[in-house]
């Protein structure tokens, strides 16, 4: 659409949008630099949002560029099923050297959604390889995300991603979440109350049995339902009672992996080693699509047995390992190693949060939360029903040069981890005119 306006906006079902509307009054970026888009009216918007999430090291990165350029010229692809090429192996060592000790065995998937039912899929068979076939369970949380594969919605916990779609996989559970504005509403940092939710475990392990259990799967940070933190103490607490009862615990980092709260992974910043981690977006720094499942060496390991010539693990994608997503997974890691990105949201957590605290008082504001360079700005719902007024400060910050991302009433904030104090100061002062204006 954006070289012919007479492009027809008919033909593209876009995912996760209100088509309609969207369709009445478009929003087309065009162009991508550093910490900004270019929409097709020449307007420049900062990116709020890392793109979805996933640009950390900024836009049009040359290195990843010219290391894609490369690879496609060189070998386009290769196939991994019997077969092999030397990028995944490489990028699996470099993962494997910043993942949470003990993650060092690497299966690459091509999305987060991809990820969350590889890893379901890797608890499921590890726990009948190990003689525990009795544990079929899974159980997710309430708010989640995982993902839009069957399994991760089963698993997952936003009404309006499930209940379209029929019965599900069977045997799921759900733990409570943990966004509780009563105690918790305006806290600075992880939140002090709410770790006793993490109790909720033993209570369904009571219910069901441990023994029927496979696998518990969590965001650190939940943040597609509009960034909720975990209360302290509350991932050490769900380690705790996973590994009393022989139950895996798994990481959904799609959104936190590669520097998002600081460190390569939340893991690592809070402190919590969970069996199995999964990753997408930050990866690739969102130029290919690209996904990772990082699994402990001992799980890795209850597969290899039997004859040699067994396969293993009977799962993966035709693009598994795609040499094009490697060269541009082993670039982007090179650039968050040089650039020493993972510190970044780390360095610029105060300075990054005092800017968003300065929005507490604005019209219907009723939550800021904001962890690493991450923030959800929650507001009171409208009389016209949920979501709207989250809608009308969004569209209001893209008309005034601000992409940010809207999740019901909420709005999030996730920049590229490039981003500089002028930056933060700019996106703040948009937010705030839009609040002001969304009224």
Known sequence: MAHDRATSAEHFWMPFTANRQFKGSPRLLERAEGMYYTDTDGRQVI??????????????RREITEAVSRQIAQLDFAPTFQMGHPLPFELAE????????????????NSGSESADTALKIALAYQRAIGQGSRTRLIGRELAYHGVGFGGISVGGMANNRKA???????????????????????????????????????????????????????????????ILPPKGYLQRLREITRKHGILLIFDEVITGFGRVGEAFAAQRWGVTPDILTCAKGLTNGAIPMGAVLVDEQIHEAF????????????????????VACAAALATQEIYQRE????????????????????????????IRTVGLVSGIQFAAHADGVGKRGYE??????????????????????????????????????????IRKAG
């Open 94 to 109: 470099r993962l494997a050297q910043i993942s949470p000790a003990g993650l060092n065995r690497v299966f690459f998937t």
């Open 47 to 60: 990116d709020g949002t890392a793109g979805l999430w996933c640009c950390n090291a900024g836009h049009g």
């Open 340 to 367: 020493n990105l993972f510190q970044k949201a780390i360095e610029l957590e105060d300075y990054w949060q005092d800017a968003l605290f300065s929005l507490q008082g604005l019209p219907n504001v009723t939550d």
């Open 304 to 323: 290899m047995h039997g004859p040699e010539s067994t396969i293993e693990f009977f799962h993966g994608y035709t693009y598994s390992g795609h040499p």
């Open 393 to 434: 400060v969004f569209r209001q910050c893209f008309e005034d040069g601000l992409l940010a991302r809207a999740s019901g009433d909420t709005i999030a904030l996730s920049p590229a981890l490039i981003v500089e104090r002028e930056h933060i100061d700019a996106m703040i002062e948009r937010l705030a005119d839009a």
């Open 165 to 227: 779609f029929g019965a599900l996989l069977p045997g799921v559970d759900h733990l409570p979440h943990t966004l509780d504005l009563q105690r918790n509403a305006f806290s600075r940092g992880l939140p002090e109350h709410g770790a006793e939710r993490a109790d909720e475990l033993e209570r369904l392990v009571t219910l069901h049995g441990a023994e029927n259990i496979a696998a518990v799967i969590v965001e650190p940070m939940s943040g597609s339902a509009g960034v």
